[in-house]
């Protein structure tokens, strides 16, 4: 069965638009990912740990037959493949890529939560999903993902279209 499932992606070291692509490369190239539609480029101040570089964000939809726990093991080898170094929590990275949606399910496990707790407190997550998917229902309720957000802060510096 194929399902709709939505990822962000976030990098703030080095070639930042780089790791992005390559990431989304790979998880195309896999063969168990399609890619449907890519937001625009989200230039962001750091969330938690502040004291770093802006961070790039995007979100995509994409399909996959995979289930959540085997998306999840390829989109962790994709952030190794890409050059992800283990750092403190919220702290600097190569790239990070989050699985926000998956269909309408809702998954808790030690290692996976679906829908992703952030996706309605943090704008460079909520706001380009928004952007591929302006009516997007949140599982679990009848309620549009525009409705439901909440953000703490403005963190969101810039805009840009995404070259492939």
């Known amino acids: 069965m194929v399902n709709n499932i939505y990822l962000a ?13 390559k990431s989304l490369d790979l998880l195309e190239e896999s063969r168990k990912i399609k890619i449907l539609k890519i937001s625009s480029l989200y230039t962001t101040k750091p969330f938690g740990y502040v004291n770093q ?13 995979l289930n959540p726990e085997d ?12 050059g992800r170094k283990k750092r ?13 949606f998956y269909e309408s399910i809702k998954v808790k496990t030690d290692l996976l939560e679906i ?10 997550v909520a706001l380009p ?14 309620r549009k993902l525009s409705e439901l957000l909440n953000f703490e802060e403005n963190t969101i510096t810039g805009i840009k279209d995404f070259e492939r």
């Open 9 to 21: 992606f976030g990098s703030n070291v080095g070639d930042k638009e780089e790791f992005i692509r």
């Open 53 to 65: 570089a802006d961070f790039i964000n995007c979100v995509c939809k994409a399909r996959t037959e």
């Open 71 to 82: 998306l999840f093991g390829i989109i962790k080898r994709t952030e190794e493949v890409v």
């Open 88 to 100: 403190e929590r919220w702290g600097p990275r190569e790239i990070d890529i989050d699985l926000l």
């Open 115 to 124: 829908p992703h707790p952030g996706v309605l407190s943090r704008d460079f």
């Open 129 to 142: 999903m928004l952007e591929i998917e302006k009516d997007f229902i949140c599982p679990g309720t009848s």
